[in-house]
């Protein structure tokens, strides 16, 4: 397994789960001096970024890009893929697929995560399936065209009422016609909706695409209350070699969380 950790391009998401805030340059350096595998992007869209100076930058301290996020598109624009409104989905999938381009330009995958959205109104949760599963059928072959998978997240019930464990999306994913989607495993998530997390990688098994590296108060690893070796014992069982990824809040600053982060990424694979 891999480590990266995350950094935000998005001033209006201050405040959010996030490690780095001052940009890729300073994100790069400190991630590297820590000795991470790789960065983790939430960007406000496809064409904020300079993929060349993103390419120099993570080569020279010696990174890779694990992901980037969707999210700016629901933040920023209030875009989803189960909106009532035919325009705003139409609008959501360019905004994602923009970014699947983008991502693989880095080789890397995008993350479908708040843009999913959820079903309400006169939205009935099977339709609002019925666009969402479209909606990852278009991304999976865009992403399959660039040799790349794509990422879809299960979150928590406060965040959507769609998919909210990941045994659950991993079956119907499993219904879907595109096998280019993965799970995109968040261990904050899976905390809140989990009766046993390391049995929920299990169920999923190979559909586990990434893992969000959270503790249950989303802080880094280390800092709540998650039992996490029978989780790492979990993702070794079921062949996991993909990154852990920390998705977190960056207290008691952002270097204190990165250091603590690496830290219990360093003991939890070691092996004996």
């Known amino acids: ?71 700016g598109g629901w933040l920023l624009r209030k875009l989803t893929l189960t909106s009532s409104d035919p325009a705003t989905r139409k609008h959501a999938r360019e905004f994602v697929g923009d970014l699947i381009d983008a991502a693989a330009e880095l080789g890397a995958p995008a993350i479908l995560g708040s843009m999913q959205g959820r079903w309400e109104g006169d939205v009935t949760r099977e339709q609002a399936l019925g666009w ?38 991993a079956a119907w ?36 695409g990434h893992v969000h590296f959270a503790d249950s108060n989303r802080r880094a690893i280390g800092c709540g209350h998650t039992d996490t070796r ?7 069982e079921i062949g996991y070699a993909g990154y852990l990824s920390a998705e977190i809040l960056p207290l008691p600053d952002s270097a204190g969380a990165a250091a603590q982060t690496i830290a219990s990424f360093r003991e939890l694979t070691a092996r004996a």
């Open 1 to 71: 397994m891999k480590s990266a950790i995350t950094v935000s391009l998005v001033p209006e998401a201050r405040g959010g789960p996030f490690v780095f805030w001052d940009g890729l340059a300073d994100a790069s350096e400190q991630a590297g001096e820590l000795g991470f595998d790789a960065i983790e992007i939430f960007p406000p869209a496809a064409d904020a970024l300079d993929l060349a100076t993103i390419r120099a930058l993570v080569a020279q301290h010696g990174l890779s890009v694990a992901a980037l996020g969707t999210g």
């Open 230 to 236: 029978p989780i790492i014992a979990a993702l070794r």
């Open 173 to 208: 994913l499993r219904t879907r016609l595109t096998p280019h989607i993965r799970v995109l495993a968040d261990l904050f998530h899976m905390n809140i909706e989990e009766t046993d997390i390391a049995g929920a990688l299990r169920e999923a098994g190979a559909l586990v």
């Open 132 to 169: 969402l599963g479209e909606a990852l059928e278009e991304f999976g072959d865009r992403a399959a065209a660039h040799g790349r998978i794509f990422l879809y997240e299960p979150l928590n019930r406060y965040e959507t009422n769609l998919f909210n464990r990941v045994p659950d999306a």
